[in-house]
């Protein structure tokens, strides 16, 4: 939990303080003021717009209404903006600026929380279970934003319901701030994809950026006895290793925390499933879907060959969204493949089906709908 400091407002004539808790690194507003069940939702909008945070003091399901009733006029002036021409560069940045204003504006509603995690509201949900899983022990007040709540506690339903993974047979239970595998395209992908031939008993294979660990426990399936998976964030950690324990593959997978790759080990398989867009993240908890100039995948493309037994094959699985928004290139990828000293050995493809791809009102739909999703199997061996 990121605290930047107390906050301090005005109530019934009394300075109140508590402190200010946001895992999206969001700063604390400088105005505060009190509202409750009273407040229209124009007023509450337009105080939200000019930076005010809205500490709620009314029933709860009637701020999760306010937020929605925010969220709306929000959308409404929105879509009476003009259509430009642009590139798709520009759309995705003008998209990716939307984005960021309407959170920035829906964030400044904010809920109340006493000691012991519980909120003092009317009709208030029981969030403690979900809240020790994030914060852990809480001692003194604090207040956070509504949004950045209801996103808590959606994400504990899913780690609680588990995530049906088809080809595992099985179910990944993602953490708060660990991507989950909804698309699941890149797991067929990896399911169909022959085994290199060297493959032996002592075959060994990592898994490089692990996240909730699906990948390593999808080559466990695949008969892999000694799969070392990385990751350098504590709760991909936490969250695989669960996995991997709830599937019963701890004897074949190991997991790490570090940065990339395992220190002074090869293998004979290395995978790779990176952030797909090089844009810069806005928040701690978008560091799974932008990899800002491309430092994941240029890590991992510049130093496999260090890792890489002389007869082994790396698997890149990568998106070609980027290049549907002009981020990026296939010839851009490509040179940064042979720049590694890498050989392009295949590219298996496969079209994502997910709802977004067919929703015409995302701004992104033309890019969405010719989406392709890639692994790449490269070696170290030099073409003819």
């Given at each position: 939990m ?7 407002w ?16 969001i ?7 009190v ?18 945070g ?37 759309t ?28 003092p ?7 403690h279970?979900?809240?020790m ?9 604090y207040?956070?934003s ?7 506690i ?21 953490h ?36 909730t ?33 709830r ?25 790779c ?31 496999v ?13 990568m ?8 981020l990026?290139?296939q ?9 590694a000293?890498?050989?392009?050995v295949?590219?298996r493809?496969i ?16 890019a ?17």
């Open positions: 990121n605290d930047f400091s107390n906050i301090v005005r109530e019934s004539d009394v300075e109140q303080s508590a402190r200010w808790h946001s895992e999206k690194n700063p604390p507003p400088k105005r505060i003021q509202i409750d069940d009273t407040i229209t939702a124009d007023d509450a909008y337009h105080l939200a717009c000019e930076g005010t809205l500490l709620w003091r009314g029933d709860f399901q009637n701020a999760r209404q306010l937020l929605n009733a925010i969220a709306k006029r929000i959308d409404k002036k929105n879509a009476k903006k003009p259509a430009i021409a642009v590139t798709s560069r520009e995705f940045n003008l998209y990716r600026q939307a984005q960021s204003q309407r959170a920035r504006t829906l964030d400044k509603l904010l809920i109340p929380f006493e000691t012991d995690h519980r909120i509201l009317r009709r208030a949900p029981d969030v279970s979900a809240c899983q994030v914060y852990g022990e809480n001692h003194e007040p207040v956070i509504l949004r950045e709540l209801l996103g808590l959606g994400a504990h339903e899913w780690r609680k319901k588990g995530v049906d993974i088809t080809v595992l047979n099985g179910k990944i239970h993602p708060y701030g660990v991507f989950a595998p909804i698309r699941q395209e890149y797991l067929q992908l990896l399911a169909e994809t022959p085994l290199p031939s060297t493959i032996t008993e002592d075959f060994t294979a990592f898994d490089i950026g692990t996240g660990g699906v990948i390593a426990a999808l080559l466990a399936r695949r008969k892999i006895q000694h799969i070392i998976a990385t990751d350098q964030d504590s709760r991909s950690v936490d969250c695989a290793r669960q996995n991997i324990s599937l019963g593959f701890q004897k074949q997978v190991q997991i790490t925390q570090c940065d990339l790759f395992p220190k002074q080990q090869q293998a004979d398989l290395i995978v499933n990176p952030p797909w867009l090089p844009a810069r993240p806005s928040s701690p908890l978008e560091h799974a879907i932008y990899d800002l100039d491309n430092r994941m995948l240029s890590g991992f493309l510049d130093n060959s260090n890792y890489l037994k002389p007869k082994g094959e790396a698997w890149l699985i998106s070609d969204f980027a290049e549907q928004l002009g990026r290139t010839d851009q990828l490509v040179k940064m493949i042979k720049d000293g890498l050989n392009i295949e590219k493809d079209k994502p089906s997910h709802p977004r791809s067919s929703d015409t009102s995302d701004p992104l739909y033309a969405r709908k010719s989406e392709v999703v890639s692994l790449w199997r490269f070696n170290l061996e030099t073409k003819n």
